[in-house]
């Protein structure tokens, strides 16, 4: 055993699969396979195992990937974790000051205000600045250890920065919030939706229930985030304001909240509360209100706790966003993939500054559960950014004149039969023509991640469809600037751009192609397995089931979904439209003999004659790759103008260097 090198590749390893995880978990964008990854995991898993006085706590076989659980084992918190008393209205805020100041004979207090975030509230314990362990909340003395699943959000330090004015104690309980933003909350249920799976009810759920997943791969895979905000037992420190010891927190590299405040009296407080409901609805998660904090840690201890709740601190909650209105009637949407939703459509009411007059229900089981009728009186919710939802229905208000829904069992849209595929809650409709589809169908193809066709959002391909102008995405490209500027609101300049771009469109990735046809379970992700698979349209449409299931992660449902989308007649009418309009695809080079195959190429600074992405398509179709870092892989550095410090890395690590123009004869240019 040569102990240097293996050493060496540890560092390496490491460094490898942090920028595979990058690609995966962050960036839904994975360049290598799953078994070429846990190849990767195993090879560093046994040489660490070889050198344990190597361990690292913050190194990738510490995060990802453990085992299902059959149940999460139960922690007791070393320190119970308390809950807190609500006040609903200014006068009991100031109610809550008086008692203080009353206690501690004393005239004025001073408080850290804080958002009060909506998520779930977890334990996190380090010891010597490790993560060892972490667990949900429970009953506050007993919650489930959630370690694995803890270890894979990213922004958790496996291990507390160090620094002078910043010791790391031998042992320390942080609290804080996990919890989901709002966007990729929705772009979740979105997902779930569309997969025939029961959406969360709000984002605190969804984080809930990804947080205690016995799974900790399905956890790495949800946009978890967290904010810490307190401590339970520590040695070793003693803090003497609370706002001392968040500091210390940020320091040790835990994620504080920004907005957090010290407050020098109980009118700021106030103002904070008032200042922090106007900006709820523009931050990127939930918050239901504000938490007020004595400052002074002796105090805090002096004040001691009533039953569960400490003196000390108060949840100051904002008026739920409700309201009350009639439903008027239940239309049902239908989705890209012939989901058909229940829409309530009600009487416009403000909720919490919003006027709303429709909400979602999802599905027809969530219809029947909550027993929402058309002429009920119905409480309604708008939570931050989310779609407002029916809460409940106010049953007294009954007159018994009320309609109970019923999903329609053919598509409001086309008429075609509408199914419900076993195990699966939503209903679909089947008609691969239905207008509705169609509509959201070339949207979705012209989508940001797919095509990319600026200027062609929702209403657009809705208007250009019920115009005649396109049926499918093909007809697009067929489209003359007279026909746009014919139609309502396209202005001459505006048809031009939209014509300029459509044709732009042309020689799209073929992983974006693939992706923008919009097959049943062919997301951004599994489009890009297939691309590097198959290289070429022609392969893939040729393609038979057994083809498509050798590919790892593509199990047989997507397969069947796959060879299903190709045989379909219109579907290869819409493929023959849109060869003959000069759609064509970029072909990935996946001959073994390629001239760059296996050749590694990283960019620094400006390319003169291309773009970077135009370099990488030529560089790819060459059969080569391109990564964002240097390693030891990394075959050429092409060097543009304004290099940036992957130029000193390529030298100090003897990499070849090599210029643009030297670039561009290499790629045959
Ligand atoms: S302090 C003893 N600070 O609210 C102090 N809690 O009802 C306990 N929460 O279980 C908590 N944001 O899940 C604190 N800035 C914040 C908070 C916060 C949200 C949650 C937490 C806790 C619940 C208390």
Redesign the pocket.
Known sequence: MNKQADLKRIAELRNIIEYHNKRYYQQDAPEISDTEYDRLMRELQDLENSYPEEFSATSPTQRVGAAPLARFASFNHPTP????A?AFSNEEIVEFDNRIKRLAGVDNISYVA????????VNLIYEDGLFIRGAT?GD?TTGEDVTQNLKTISSLPLKMKRTSHNPVPSFIEI???VYMEKEPFQKLNLRRIENGEEPFANPRNAAAGSLRQLDSRITARRPLNL?L??IGDVKDINFSTHWEMLQALAGWGFPV?KF?EKSYDINSSIKYFERIGVMREKLPYE??G??L?VNNISLQKNLGNVSR??R??L?CKFPAAQATTVVKEIVVGVGRMGTLTPVAIMDPVNVGGVMVSRATMHNEDEVLKKDVRVGDTVVIQRAGDVIPEVVKVIFEKRTGKEKKFKMPTHCPQCGSEVVRFEGEVAHRCVNISCPAQLKEHIRHFASRGAMDIEGLGEKVSAQLFDAKLIADPADLYFLSKEQLTALDRQAEKSAQNLIDAINKSKNPLLDKFIYALGIRHVGERTAKLLADHFGSMENLMASKQEDLTVINEIGPEIAVSIVEFFHEQKNIDVMNKFSKAGVIPQKKTIRANAPLQGKSFVFTGTLENMGRNEAKLFVENLGGTIHSSITKKTTYVIAGSDPGSKLDKAKSSGIHIITEEEFLKLIGR
């Open positions: 974790m308390f809950s807190l609500n804080e958002p009060k975030l909506d998520g779930l509230a909340r506050g609290r804080g919030e904010f905000y307190g909240n957090i918050i239901d504000i938490v904090k709740n400490p000390w601190a949840a």
